[in-house]
Nanobody
């Protein structure tokens, strides 16, 4: 059974940094892709960062240059380094993994950026 466990959320001031972690119950290379999404109150869930099994990454313009996704095969973990955080980055962040036509999700971790 696929499980994704997130950690690292919290409260930070604008301009600060946080690093989110997502540990998978399987090898991260067993997934077609992994990534992070976020959902703010009253808004749809949106992609924040994504990495394919081959290592290609993509980011929306809203976080490009500020967020970096990385992975550690030995720990079955992907990370999201978030720098220069803005109040509009406040949301629940979800880890996502794609495998066999299915999407798997973590439980979510709250990120709050104060102005």
């Amino acid at each position: 059974q696929v499980q994704l466990v997130e950690s690292g959320g919290g409260l930070v001031q604008a301009g600060g940094s946080l690093r989110l972690s997502c540990r998978a119950s399987l090898s991260i290379f067993s997934f077609n892709a992994m990534g992070w999404y976020r959902q703010a109150p009253g808004k749809q869930r949106e992609l924040v960062a994504r990495i394919s099994s081959g290592g290609s990454t993509n980011y929306p313009d809203s976080v490009k240059g500020r967020f970096t996704l990385s992975r550690d095969k030995s720990k079955n973990t992907v990370y999201l380094q978030m720098n220069s955080l803005k109040p509009e980055d406040t949301a629940v962040y979800y880890c996502n993994a794609e495998r066999g036509g299915y999407d798997y999700w973590g439980q979510g971790t709250q990120v709050t950026v104060s102005s």
